[in-house]
Each structure stands twice: as C-alpha cells, then as structure tokens.
C-alpha cells in the first residue's frame, strides 16, 4: 500500500494522547479519508525517539531533531518512490528534494490586531513596516512548494496580490473543512423555552473569549431563559475568569470535553458563537456547528465568510461587543429565525461541506498530484 507521511510540529503529547487543536482534528480526518488507499504515518518533534500506533495512523517521535533534520531523515529512511510527503503547516515546513509533496495552508493567521502578534514595541511603533514583514515572510515560507492546499480562498486571493506570475508557478487547491461523520444531525432539534449559546473553543485570546463574555454578562440580563455553555481550556488567565463567571451566574456552565463529546454538547446548543479576532481558516468549530443545525453567529474574519452567507445559513458580525450583542438580541427575539437558519445551515452542510464531499476533494486533489508528477 501507498503511504502518506505527514511531518507535524506536534501531534501526540508527552504523555502519549492527541494534542488539540484544529491542525490534529485535521490529520486525523485525513488519515480516514485515505485509509482505504494510503497507509498515513505522522513524524513530530519528541523528547526521545519512539513509535506508536493509532487508528489509521502510526506516529513516529523524531527525537530532538530540527525541521531540516527531519526532512532529510525521512527523504532517506522511510520515502519510497510511489508515496506521498505532507507539510501539515506551512510555519513547520522546509526545503525538500522530494517531487510528490503537499503543503497544507489553514487560512490567513497574521490578520490579527497588532498587539496579539508580536510585543515588540518597534513593531508595535511601526506597524506598517511590520505586517509588510509578515507577509514577506509568509511568502518565503511557500517559495519551495508547487502544490498547496488551502481551507479557504482567502489565502488563495492574497497570494494572487504578490504576482499574478508567482501565482501561476504553483497549484493552489481549495478544500474548505469539513466535520467528522458522528456530527450530523439525524432528526429534528428540540424546541423549547430555554435557548443556549455555546462557545466551544480553545480559551486563548485570539478566539475571542473575553468578546464573547462581554456580550452574555449585557444578554443575561435582558433574557430570563438564555444559558451559556462555554466549553474548553486554555491560558490560566482565562480559566480563572471563566470560573469566577460561572460563581457568580448559575446559568453559566462551563464543562470540557473531547472531539467524540461534542456532539452531545452541540445537540444541547442553539446558537454556536464563533468571535475569533482573527486567525481563521474555514474553522472546524462552524462547520461542525452547522452540521448539528446550530444557528451559527461569526464574526466576519478569514475564511470564516468562505462558508456563511450573513442571514442565510449563518450571520457574520464585526469583531466587538457591540455588534455580537445587537446580533444576538435579535436572535433572541425572534426564534423561528434561529431555528431556520439552523436548518439551512446542515443544508449547506449536506451538500458542500459533509465528510464525504471533503474526503472526495481530497481523493481528486491526490489523483491529480500523482499523473502529474
């Protein structure tokens, strides 16, 4: 059997279980994907050398080994003629020798407010100078790939803005994320008088958190039947609010839960906010949301608008309070609105954005590497 290798920054860790995070969803969902044709095998960065097997995947732990020492192992250790080689980021890549190799590119990550970039105050002082940097450097890091597979195409679209020549020497494909198959949706969502909202991401201060808490401490107010559901972890920072929050506000729950538990949590929610500062490709926390028939409320950032179409299967907002919480007041008000295009949402989901029609794109993309090279 064919074999992918994916080199990784980090998948397993130290203590031998999946790191979360959108980049490990990802290979995960791959290596289904391909399993019925390609063997996957995961190389990441390890405290010592190891080799463990999973689902669909065998990892091998490099050692203490740099990018560029990794690449050069596995070119002459485990490479064979008829494989495939997998960058699953960009910022973890280096130069290769290899003709069949795939670079995976999760969306425009340095739109993000200054300050949450960098804390260097001559960049701080000079931010224009700075973000032509950034994307000087993020150019540099695509310079050695021909085939680059985007989440979404405002990556493809910023590229063009470089050379419309430059642009032309690579193949750029977008495949837009999907959910993994145990979040459909069968049968109808509940309907009663309580209406929850969910924030289920990483607690970090580029996902919006601290957005997203000054909205609900204005709604709670206003609506005696809202719950909050606020599920993940992160920087202890935002934890210890979270949980002071969640002293003082009994309808506020916080609870964590793993990749084959949201399901259950999503099924419970009404409404998925997604308030990311920026940073975002075509984020697996909306399609999923979408696939449950969660009316999704986004803010309008990265490929986020690659997927919801404001007032149709989804609405967009502007990255601040004020604009999240005039949103979700009127959703509040008018429910057969949520409920509606909740629906539309795991429509759109169905037929664009399911598991199959991701794994099809994918195959499609593989095949076409392959005759070409």
Known sequence: MRRIHVIAARFLNTSGTLEIGGVET???????????EFATTVYQPSAAPYETTLPNINVIGMGKL?????????ENRYL???????????HFSCRHTFNRVIVIQHGVSWDLPT?????????????????VY???????????????????YNYINWWRTLSTTLHRTRTFYCIPNC???????????RDNAIVTLCFARRFVEIRGLRLFLGAISMLLSRFATLRILLCGSGSQELMELCRRICISEPRVQHLMAGYDEMPSVLARSDIVVIPSLGSEGTTFSAVEAM???????????GGLTNIIIDGYNGFLV????????????????????????????REIYRHALSFERWRERWMSVISNIYTSS
């Open 80 to 90: 064979s003629h008829d494989d495939l080689l997998l960058f699953s980021t960009e």
């Open 115 to 131: 300050p949450l970039l960098t804390t260097r105050q001559v960049a701080l002082r000079a931010e224009g100078a700075y973000r």
């Open 66 to 74: 740099s990018i560029h020492s990794m690449v050069q192992t596995i």
């Open 26 to 36: 990802y290979i995960q969902l791959l290596a289904t994907a391909v399993s019925g």
């Open 134 to 152: 950034l994307s000087y450097y993020m150019y540099r890091k695509l310079r050695h790939f021909r085939n680059v597979v985007c989440v979404d």
């Open 179 to 189: 959910a993994g198959r145990g979040f459909e949706m069968t049968g109808p969502r």
């Open 291 to 301: 696939a449950m028939g969660c009316c999704v409320v986004a803010t309008n950032v």
């Open 318 to 345: 502007n990255p601040d309070v004020e604009s999240l919480v005039e949103k979700l007041t009127f959703l509040l008000s008018n429910r057969s609105v949520m409920i509606s295009v909740g629906a539309q949402a």
